[in-house]
């Protein structure tokens, strides 16, 4: 059975940093690409960053790009990581983790059939 | 940036069919996929590819994809399926974007 846990979330002060981390079991970690994506409280999925199964391509949406950076753990930890920096107010949010449908992520395998149940960040003062 | 535009409200009997749009340019030259997602529970996948179901969901989801539109239809609606579905597409600029959600209201 697939899982992924995510931590990390909490309260932060704009312009402070967190670092979010998914651990994943129930499958061979290397093999798939990986992804965060968020909710914003009563709103709608926003998507974040991805990861190929290799760690060697990344992607961002341009609402945090510069900002957030997306990385994975592909030996005995396989762990999903997304360091967040110059954290916002509008970054609030609920952040899921979630697996992608390959190795590679592109037009063909960027869904995402499991999903974490989330972690909160809160970006106030 | 590529843009996806759902309509807020879809409302359905129940045992009726449900459809919920999706609109993009040029989307049907893309992949599209669904996700199901009730209050406080992650989202669930129930169509990717455009019109594959994933092992687990009920036959009555399925999909389309064509021209500017992909839709998500509901045969036999039930009230279980209340819920906001968000559809999700890849675009080379963005590369990934949700649209922004359909809320459905079986009564």
């Known amino acids: 059975e697939v899982q992924l846990l995510e931590s990390g979330g909490g309260l932060v002060q704009p312009g402070g940093s967190l670092r979010l981390s998914c651990a994943a079991s129930?499958?061979?970690?290397?093999?798939?690409?990986m992804s965060w994506v968020r909710q914003a409280p009563g709103k709608g999925l926003e998507w974040v960053s991805a990861i190929s199964g290799s760690g060697g391509f990344t992607y961002y949406a341009d609402s945090v790009k510069g900002r957030f950076t997306i990385s994975r753990d592909n030996s005995k930890n396989t762990l999903l990581y997304l360091q967040m920096n110059s954290l916002r107010a509008e970054d609030t949010a609920v952040y899921y983790c979630?697996?992608?449908?390959?190795?590679?992520?592109?037009?063909?395998?960027?869904?995402?059939?499991?999903w974490g149940q989330g972690t909160m960040v809160t970006v106030s003062s | 940036s590529y843009e996806l535009t759902q309509p807020p409200s879809v409302s359905v009997s129940p045992g009726q069919t449900a459809s919920i749009t999706c609109s993009g340019d040029k989307l049907g030259h893309k992949f599209a996929c669904w996700y199901q997602q009730k209050p406080g529970q992650s989202p669930v996948l129930v169509i990717y590819?455009?019109?594959k179901r994933p092992s687990g969901i009920p036959e009555r989801f399925s999909g389309s994809n064509s021209g500017n539109t992909a839709t998500l239809t509901i045969s036999g609606t039930q009230a279980m399926d209340e819920a906001d579905y968000y559809c999700q597409a890849w675009d080379s600029s963005t590369p990934v974007v949700f649209g922004g959600g359909t809320k459905l209201t079986v009564l």
């Open positions: 129930g499958f061979t970690f290397s093999n798939y690409a």
């Open positions: 979630a697996k992608g449908g390959a190795n590679y992520y592109d037009s063909s395998t960027f869904w995402s059939l499991d």
């Open positions: 590819q455009d019109t």
